[in-house]
Structures are given as structure tokens and as C-alpha cells.
């Protein structure tokens, strides 16, 4: 899929709340965890655990482990009444191991508004909160998260406030994601 090793948060509700079917299903085909704590994530397991921050809400944790399996973790889940509300987003987190964060905070500040009308373009809607943009270094909670991402994570964390969980749109952001990293480091 890529040169660069990414991890995929998806977030989502189970219409109806039950959740047990969707968590053995993942659990036995792909060995997933099952974790109460927000804050936990795995590198080499897929992780599902509750989200806090929506009504009823559960996250999956793709690692760079099972992003080629995308499609059909995205077909396994479609059996499942996946639904979605506005606060419902998608996170794709690159490894930053190799990624010059000042070139890229440089870039994505000088072209925060084309990169934006092009994830509009893309279906890929940015936060409803435009006016925090990236230059606010504090603020985690913008279309490009970078110096938290990296802080925290060691990652460049791309928020798109519209989680899915159809294969082509998650690889449309994803594609969006690296092109900007690639131009950043040009």
C-alpha cells in the first residue's frame, strides 16, 4: 500500500449496542483484543475498545501489521449495523521515523487551505473547527495533527471527521495523507 508503516483508527457505533458479536467475530479471525482502557493500542494486534467521546462508541485499531487486510476488515465489519454520527472520525497515523516534522509542519501551514478543499473534494471532510489549524501547536484536534501526534506517538496523525469503514475512502485518505508527507519532504 505504502512505503511508510501506518496504523488506522476507525470509530464507530453498533446500532442496537451489541457489541459482543462483533468482538468474538474479530476476536477469532483475527485474534483481535478486546481492551476497556482508551488509551491502550498495539502495534502488531488489532485493538477494539470503547470511545469515550461518543455515545455508545467503539474504535478499531488497525496496526501496520493488518493494513494490507484492509478491505476485508472493512467487509467484516459492513456485517455488523456499523453506524455513524458526526463525531464518529477515522485517524490514520504515520510512522514520523523518517518524516522531517519541521518540513512538514512548514508545508501543511503554507497549504492548510488546498489540502483541505481537497479532502473536501475527496469526501474527506475536515474538523468542523477550521479555525484551529495546525499552527496551533497545542490543539490536537485538527485535520493534520502533527507536533501531538509526534509527542505522544511518534506518528503524523491525519483526523478525518467522517469515519467510514468503505475500503476505497479510507484508502483515498490514506493516499491524501502520504502525498502530503511526500510533498512536505520535497
Not at 481537497?118 to 499552527?135: D, I, M
Request: with cysteine.
Amino acid at each position: 500500500m505504502t512505503k511508510y508503516k501506518l496504523g488506522i483508527e476507525l470509530e464507530f457505533i453498533v446500532e442496537g449496542g451489541s457489541y459482543l458479536p462483533l468482538l468474538t467475530y474479530f476476536n477469532n479471525k483475527y485474534n483481535a483484543i478486546f481492551s476497556m482502557d482508551y488509551k491502550y493500542s498495539s502495534l502488531t494486534d488489532i485493538v477494539l475498545k470503547p470511545d469515550p467521546t461518543i455515545k455508545g462508541g467503539l474504535e478499531i485499531n488497525i496496526p501496520p501489521t493488518y493494513t494490507d487486510k484492509l478491505e476485508d476488515i472493512c467487509e467484516d465489519l459492513n456485517q455488523f449495523n456499523i453506524i455513524f454520527d458526526d463525531k464518529c472520525a477515522m485517524h490514520i497515523h504515520v510512522d514520523a521515523a523518517n518524516i522531517d516534522i519541521g518540513k512538514l509542519y512548514n508545508y501543511y501551514k503554507d497549504n492548510e487551505s488546498s489540502i483541505l478543499q481537497e479532502a473536501k473534494k475527496l469526501n474527506l471532510l475536515p474538523p468542523v473547527s477550521l479555525n484551529s489549524s495546525v499552527t496551533n501547536i497545542k490543539f490536537k484536534y485538527t485535520n493534520m495533527n502533527i507536533w501531538q501526534a509526534y509527542i505522544q506517538h511518534g506518528t503524523v496523525e491525519h483526523r478525518i471527521y467522517k469515519s467510514t469503514i468503505n475500503s476505497e475512502l479510507i484508502s483515498l485518505a490514506i493516499k491524501q495523507t502520504i502525498e502530503v508527507i511526500e510533498k512536505s519532504q520535497s
